[in-house]
């Protein structure tokens, strides 16, 4: 491979708050340490501008942004910013859903190659996609390769229907989770004798946690679920707490820190995503409990990846999504027996290290960037 290569990660915003944005810092740094010249550019999400070196093969870029709308940061600086550097990059890694980055993109000039990343469908905007939609073909035609996060995702998309041939599946890796045996420890004590369900992630509809609340119903005593994150169902889900006699058996702990979090996948006896919408398109909190050994419970939502990330049978087991009954069992089926239990544990720690690590992320995305820069 030649040297000088050079890449920009473009889309999202910064400072990291998804697993869109962390994808792309994750790129950024991995090829970046690896020698490969590799910048970011995205929207700010606040105040003013900022500019990073983040190493001496590294530059984040995060422009001034005017206001969010329908979850898009408006930032014409990052048009202007890309038409003045785009000459630079060999390949330009474009992150989608991000209107702004393929209008940036559009509005560039820029005649080298692109790898469109389709994280997911745009969901909720269904609206506004109408007026997006021809832009999104445009981006679609204008990429030499489509990466999707699974397989699944990849193939039953219906706006990728006729670029199956352009496609290929670089599923996220990340650092594995490295829980502190006195942090783990603390949150064992604080549930003596309790058989931990852990849940991350906002608490927000398609999450699905009402279900998971509901679900404590048909568990024994001898299970604790603790469901961590922030966001607008808090009252709601607090209060079905409440009405449904489930103090005690359901606790909800808020935001919780990075320092902390490594120590509840470590305190689990399983991790349960119980997501319903095609919005959750892979759950990297499934592949974070992987990395510490943990079983999943997880749900098999029609078109989405995730029911692929967790292996039924293998890492965990799927169910069918709104079914508190049945995520239950599921639960219940794993964390009972210990010599279960254990196959599950070990099993699940095996796919993250043979599917999931920053590393095969990495080394598949650059085996692509060199696979269209020598076309």
Not at 46 to 61: C, D, P, Y
Request: positive net charge.
């Amino acid at each position: 491979m030649q040297k000088n290569l050079k890449v920009l990660q473009l889309g999202k915003f910064y400072p990291i708050t998804g697993g869109v944005e962390k994808v792309m810092y994750d790129l950024m740094t991995g090829l970046s340490e690896q020698g490969v010249d590799c910048d970011m550019l995205c929207a700010l999400a606040g105040k003013g501008k900022l500019i990073k070196n983040v190493n001496e093969h590294a530059r984040l870029v995060a422009c001034r942004t005017w206001r969010k709308v329908a979850a898009t940061m408006i930032s014409p600086e990052m048009i202007f910013i890309l038409r003045k550097i785009c000459r630079e990059y060999d390949v330009i890694h474009v992150h989608h859903p991000d209107p702004m980055a393929c209008l940036a993109l559009f509005c560039s000039g820029y005649k080298g190659k692109v790898i469109l990343h389709w994280h997911s469908d745009i969901q909720k905007q269904k609206v506004l996609l109408r007026f997006y939609r021809p832009l999104q073909s445009w981006l679609i035609k204008r990429a030499d390769k489509i990466v999707g996060t699974s397989p699944v995702y990849l193939s039953e998309s219906p706006f990728l229907k006729g670029v199956q041939q352009k496609t290929v599946c670089v599923p996220i890796g990340i650092e594995p989770v490295c829980p502190e045996e006195n942090r783990v420890k603390q949150i064992e004590e604080r549930y003596p004798d309790k058989k931990i369900v852990f849940s991350l992630g906002r608490l927000v509809p398609y999450k699905g946690f009402r279900y998971l609340a509901e679900a404590a119903r048909y568990l024994d005593d001898s299970y604790v679920i603790l469901i961590g994150g922030t966001g607008p169902l808090k009252e709601e889900l607090q209060a079905q707490i409440e009405r449904e006699g489930l103090q005690g058996k359901v606790e909800l702990l808020g935001r919780v820190s990075d320092e902390e979090l490594p120590g509840y996948y470590g305190a689990c006896r399983v991790f349960c995503l119980s997501s319903v919408q095609k919005t959750e398109a892979f759950g990297i909190v499934q592949i974070e409990a992987m990395s510490c050994g943990k079983p999943v419970v997880a749900t098999r939502i029609p078109h989405s990846g995730v029911a692929w990330v967790n292996e039924h049978g293998f890492s965990g087991l799927d169910v069918e999504p709104e079914n508190a009954r049945l995520l239950a069992e599921a639960i219940a089926c794993i964390a009972e027996k210990d010599e279960v239990y254990r196959e599950y544990a070990a099993h699940a720690e095996q796919r993250y290290r043979e599917l999931f690590t920053k590393e095969c992320m990495i080394e598949k995305c650059l085996n692509i960037y060199r696979e269209v820069w020598m076309k």
